[in-house]
């Protein structure tokens, strides 16, 4: 097929979701740039302006969480207002379809939840930039009043109850993934019969190795991103035009065919 076509990938698409029982779906940052958030590898997005803080240097040194905080207070406005676009969508839709077997996203933007996914059925394995957690005493906050403190001044924001540090709910590099979280990802993709890709690079580790687990269990694996991956020569179907406008079209196809029984 012609990878950019997104006519004819939705109309392939959709004909798999039909076909297979259940579909596990694997998110990276690609699904939410055509909702204004850049992805990590964006020319002059907030992430490439700043040399990420380990976890370790966030928790010893005042200046780090001084840095931290700054380009979290930047990245938080990217999506802050931001709304789910047709991809996230489409992948409530398979839900209410029970179509969804699980959705494992490496983003942390929430969109997925404010489209329509339950949030037992997103394993977020890099966390939630959506709330706020002290290190300390555990009390957790919206990530907006926390932004609101930043945006009047104050830099690096103490817990309001007992002062401790306050971190987003996010994984830091350099922290590791919840144990419970990772094993469950493993387990839906070595047990599903399809596993779909969309909007990931495909380099950050360990979930660039879900899809590859999952092939190797034999599921169907396609990859709608629009550059190449290292996981390109074993997926079945590629397909790398923009993940918002394929994935809209592929439930309304798959939609209008359920509904008319054809
Ligand atoms: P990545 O930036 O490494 O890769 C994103 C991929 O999506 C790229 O290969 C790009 O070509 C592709 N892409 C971009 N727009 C697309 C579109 N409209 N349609 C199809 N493909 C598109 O992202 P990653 O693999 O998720 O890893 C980056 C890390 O950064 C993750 O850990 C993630 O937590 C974090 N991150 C999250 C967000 C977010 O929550 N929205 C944003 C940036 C980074």
Known sequence: MDANDAGQA????????????RIVVFTGAGISTESGIPDFRSPGG???????????????????????WQYKKEAYRDFD??????????????????????????????????????????????????????LQCGDRTPRSEVQARLEAGEDV????????FLKPATISFGQALPEDLLQKAFEESQSCPAF????SSLQV????????????HGAWLGILNREETPLDP????????????VLGQ?????????????
């Not at 370790?56 to 840095?67: I, N, W």
């Not at 580790?205 to 190797?216: D, I, M």
């Open 10 to 21: 939705a109309r392939e698409l959709a004909r798999v979701i039909e076909a297979v029982e």
């Open 46 to 68: 907030v992430w490439s302006r700043y040399r990420p803080v380990l976890y370790p240097e966030f928790l010893a040194s005042a200046e780090a969480r001084r840095r931290y």
């Open 81 to 134: 207002g931001a709304v789910p676009n047709g991809g996230h969508l489409a992948i409530a839709e398979m839900e209410r379809h029970s179509k969804l077997q699980v959705l494992i996203t490496q983003n942390i933007d929430g969109l997925h939840e404010m489209a329509g996914n339950s949030p037992d059925r997103i394993l977020e394995l890099h966390g939630t930039e959506r709330w706020v957690n002290c």
């Open 157 to 164: 924001p103490p817990c309001r109850k007992c002062g401790g």
């Open 196 to 199: 779909l890709v969309i909007g």
């Open 205 to 216: 580790q360990p979930a660039a190795s879900l899809p590859a687990l999952a092939k190797r």
């Open 234 to 245: 074993m997926a079945d179907w590629l397909c790398r035009a923009p993940a918002g406008e």
């Open 250 to 262: 592929t439930v309304k196809l798959w939609t209008r065919t359920r509904e008319s029984g054809v």
